[in-house]
């Protein structure tokens, strides 16, 4: 699912369309203010363009199990974790079988790990209201 994204509908309709069945992998995180930050990183907090990105919550979900985003977000707000951006892998099934919620454990820890590096690009980011994000 490489195509460029408008909003979490075309994520959920990408996966749907794809020649094997896919996972989706959720990590949930919130961006905080770095410890010991300098006045330059807490002005750029303020205005919402820094900080640090830290993993919350992590879920997986196949495509049909999620009806779109607002339902997503009252999933996540069960938990009592508060979040502020959500990133989507996917992982792809093998001869028209899904892939099971165990063997998206791993990749989702691959994920959580990439996020705490700072490598982001590989995935869907949205913000707490479902809109596409893209970092600079």
């Not at 075309?10 to 069945?21: I, K, N, V, Y």
């Not at 997986?60 to 009806?67: F, G, M, N, V």
């Not at 502020?84 to 919620?101: E, H, K, T």
């Amino acid at each position: 699912m490489t195509a460029e994204l408008a909003s979490f509908d075309d994520l959920l309709s990408a996966a749907r369309r794809q020649p094997e069945p896919q996972r989706l992998l959720f990590v949930f995180a919130r961006v905080e203010l770095p410890e010991n930050a300098t006045a330059a990183q807490r002005e750029r907090f303020e205005r919402r363009e820094g900080g640090t990105i830290s993993p919350c919550l992590c879920v997986d979900k196949a495509p049909e199990d999620i009806t779109d985003f607002a339902a997503l977000k009252a999933e996540s707000a069960a938990t009592g974790q508060a979040w502020d951006l959500v990133f989507v892998g996917s992982l792809d099934g093998r001869g028209g079988i899904a892939p099971s919620a165990d063997e998206a454990a791993q990749p989702l820890r691959f994920m959580v790990n990439a996020i705490n590096d700072g490598r982001v690009s590989d995935f869907a980011v949205f913000d707490h209201d479902g809109h596409v994000l893209h970092f600079r």
